[in-house]
């Protein structure tokens, strides 16, 4: 009897100890219930539960709430300034863009693209020379405090938006995710939040911007988590996630709720997409390295000072020009999409070649020329014209399946990969569509393997291969060339 009191002693005072036992992780503020789980360890233990971010205070919730509603209002905004162009320039009011465009006469789309080009270049040079600070929000949030100057990027936002809708080849999504960050910057400033809430304010307006516009609050969750910060941890997620979904709640009061991409069918499961998937994987890869090569070729060879005056116009003009055989090669992309995306985009093996060439390189033309704007919809877009004509050739081989199926394979693939945000792009498009839940298996192997052999290969994205130069003794040690 005295020998199992003494064993039941030791082991009390061994749980004793152990409940005693701080956490290896302490959390601020502290959990509202005190006590430990019967090991005693304690609940920051979970990787993704670590606040080593921010501190999620009530200013901070204040200032992200702030945020939320100025990145669903400036988006709408943004969208707003688009639309008014388009109408100017084209007559478009809703509906196809590219049906607009070929409703008006052969020589408006130049003259559209001519006018635009004299205005922006002029706009763009006085905006950088007689505002300050940064407006690049990757650089900023990378490298930076994540600090963002508001006037220079609503200024570039409004001219960015201007361009795409007198029909640049860049993506709408730049100024609603620039004056997302740019309102979380305001807003830390004004509360006098610390580094690391700035930090995640500003990834969470950016994020809260583009999902706002395009309505895909989860994927815009998604931007701030994986692309922006790197980080899925609880202390991002939530707060990430509640800032898209009010940001695009606030944009419904404009913008509409409902798909970006309408009447995409829903897609019947067949072995050839998966085969499909593992072949066509690495070959988009190679793909997304080439484009994000030529964009970081033209990003840093960009024009600047006086010849902003006239690279943009010299841009537009030579556009407008390949327009004439190619109007799909006008605005971001989404026209393109959409038609691959619901099996209406016509034309032979040549002609989807020339669109898959031509489109990235009028993308680069007008980055090089001094432009401001987005990259999200160009590649998807170029990626679905690839996944047309891959599947077109892939089908005389294994018949099947539907080849919208294919094109949204490589679209999510393309994206990830170009991104190095797979995760994001393949909610993004289940998102933008709302019907490839079905094929989700196909193209999570092609983005997997895509995003991998673009990681292998070369590492840059289409955002971190723009990033502004550094002095030559700031400039880090490359891993994979050191």
Known sequence: ??????????????????????????????????????????????????DDVARLDLRFWVALLATAGAAGGLGALMMFVLQQVQHLAYGYRSGSFAAAVDRAPTWRPLLALMVGG???????????????????????????????????????????????????????EAAPKLLGAASGSVLARWLRLDPGQCRLLVACGAGAGMGAVYNVPLGGALITAELLLGQLSLPVIIPALVCSAAATVVSWVYLPQTLTYVGVPSMAVHPSQLVFALVVGPIVGLASVVFVRLVGWSSHRQLTGRWVLVGPLAALTVLGLLAMPYPLLLGNGKDLIQLAFVGDLRGGLLALLALTLLKPLATVMCLGSGASGGLFTPVMSTGAVLGLLLGRLWLDVWPGPAVASLVIIVAAAMTGAAMQAPLSALVLVLELTGTTQSILIPMIVATALATGVTRRLDGYSIYSARLPGRPPDQEPVDALHS
């Open 1 to 50: 009897m005295d020998e199992a009191l003494a064993t039941a002693r030791r082991l009390f005072s061994r749980l004793a100890v152990t409940r005693q036992r701080p956490s290896e992780r302490l959390r601020t503020p502290r959990p509202l219930l005190t006590s430990r789980v019967a090991s005693g360890r304690g609940a920051m233990e979970q990787p993704n539960n670590t």
């Open 118 to 172: 004299v205005v922006c270049g002029p706009a763009w040079y006085l905006l950088r020379r007689r505002t300050t600070g940064n407006s690049d929000v990757d650089d900023s949030l990378w490298t930076g405090s994540g600090d963002l100057a508001f006037p220079r990027s609503l200024g570039t936002g409004v001219i960015s938006e201007i361009a795409v809708g007198a029909g640049a080849s860049l993506g709408r």
